[in-house]
């Protein structure tokens, strides 16, 4: 009997945290860097590739990039300014990422610059300079879809982020059912 009292509770935060990631999430996007092309050497070569297909966005704090890729044929080079950008240098790099699909929560507002290392990938057009915005996304914009792409972006981040969410609670349920077995064998 105690047991299910206990039970019920945590399926009720399990619920109430579920529906507060879905709330809080909203105005976050999930944006694929390259939308299904993902993360290569684009096509002919074409160095503005990726700077065409940013111009379509708007990026705001709390959004997440995702680079498609796979692991060891492509990595993410995040570089602090734009000074070693526009010629792929490495000479100052803030992070490396080897592991495909590489995604990146945008927490700082300003100019953000990437590239990838592999040969001469960069030099092919492999690179992407955004402008994150600090001004998030209005509310109307995910739910209305003021341009086509935007709502599919936050349903995709909404499920991700329920799905992330329900995994933390399942785990609690899960220690909690362990908690009691072990009271029960020590005091019953
Ligand atoms: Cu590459």
């Given at each position: 009997?105690?047991?299910?009292?206990?039970?019920?509770?945590?399926?009720?935060?399990?619920?109430?945290?579920?529906?507060?990631?879905?709330?809080?999430?909203?105005?976050?996007?999930?944006?694929?860097?390259?939308?299904?092309?993902?993360?290569?050497?684009?096509?002919?070569?074409?160095?503005?590739?990726?700077?065409?297909?940013?111009?379509?966005?708007?990026?705001?704090?709390?959004?997440?990039?995702?680079?498609?890729?796979?692991?060891?044929?492509?990595?993410?080079?995040?570089?602090?300014?734009?000074?070693?950008?526009?010629?792929?240098?490495?000479?100052?790099?803030?992070?490396?990422?080897?592991?495909?699909?590489?995604?990146?929560?945008?927490?700082?507002?300003?100019?953000?610059?990437?590239?990838?290392?592999?040969?001469?990938?960069?030099?092919?057009?492999?690179?992407?300079?955004?402008?994150?915005?600090?001004?998030?996304?209005?509310?109307?914009?995910?739910?209305?879809?003021?341009?086509?792409?935007?709502?599919?972006?936050?349903?995709?981040s909404s499920a991700a982020t329920a799905a992330g969410g329900g995994r933390a609670e399942y785990g609690a349920l899960a220690a909690a059912g362990i908690?009691?077995?072990?009271?029960?064998?020590?005091?019953?």
């Amino acid at each position: 009997m105690g047991i299910k009292h206990i039970n019920g509770l945590f399926l009720m935060a399990f619920t109430m945290g579920l529906l507060l990631s879905l709330g809080s999430s909203v105005r976050h996007k999930t944006h694929i860097v390259g939308g299904s092309y993902g993360w290569r050497i684009p096509l002919n070569k074409n160095t503005t590739f990726y700077q065409d297909w940013a111009r379509t966005k708007k990026f705001a704090v709390g959004d997440k990039l995702v680079f498609l890729f796979t692991t060891m044929v492509q990595n993410v080079v995040e570089l602090p300014s734009a000074a070693d950008f526009g010629v792929c240098r490495m000479n100052n790099v803030t992070d490396i990422h080897f592991v495909g699909p590489t995604i990146l929560e945008l927490t700082e507002a300003g100019p953000h610059y990437y590239f990838c290392s592999v040969g001469l990938h960069c030099e092919d057009g492999q690179s992407l300079a955004i402008v994150v915005s600090s001004t998030p996304h209005p509310d109307i914009d995910a739910v209305l879809g003021a341009d086509a792409p935007a709502p599919v972006e936050a349903a995709a981040s909404s499920a991700a982020t329920a799905a992330g969410g329900g995994r933390a609670e399942y785990g609690a349920l899960a220690a909690a059912g362990i908690c009691l077995c072990l009271l029960h064998s020590l005091f019953l």
